[in-house]
């Protein structure tokens, strides 16, 4: 079993940075790919990106290919999401997700067997 709680959500301006966090309880979080998803209001939940257990290997979304990084620190359970060159289509409530299946995360939601209760990011000037 794997907690996950997601925090930095906010409001920033368009071309403005984020940095999210992820901690997840338990002593096998290196078991778990983690991946990143959004949802915004009237969208199905869509993926952001994932990073592998080791954090050796990560994909992204092309929808934010170049402008968001994740990385992983499994001595802190942690994992995050730097969102830079953030635009008002990057507004949504961004969650984290652990997949104990796939190595380097699954695409699709139903992949992953955890999830986090979401964090806002809301993109305005």
């Known amino acids: 079993q794997v907690q996950l709680v997601e925090s930095g959500g906010g409001l920033v301006q368009p071309g403005g940075s984020l940095r999210l966090s992820c901690a997840a309880s338990g002593r096998t979080f290196s078991s778990y790919a983690m991946g990143w998803f959004r949802q915004a209001p009237g969208k199905e939940r869509e993926f952001v990106g994932a990073i592998s257990r080791s954090g050796g290997s990560t994909y992204y979304a092309d929808s934010v290919k170049g402008r968001f990084t994740i990385s992983r620190d499994n001595a802190k359970n942690m994992v995050y999401l730097q969102m830079n060159s953030l635009k008002p289509a990057d507004t949504a409530v961004y969650y984290c997700?652990?997949?104990?299946?796939?190595?380097?995360?699954?695409?699709?939601?139903?992949?992953?067997?955890?999830w986090g209760q979401g964090t806002q990011v809301t993109v305005s000037s």
């Open positions: 997700a652990a997949d104990r299946t796939y190595s380097s995360g699954g695409y699709y939601s139903s992949e992953y067997d955890y």
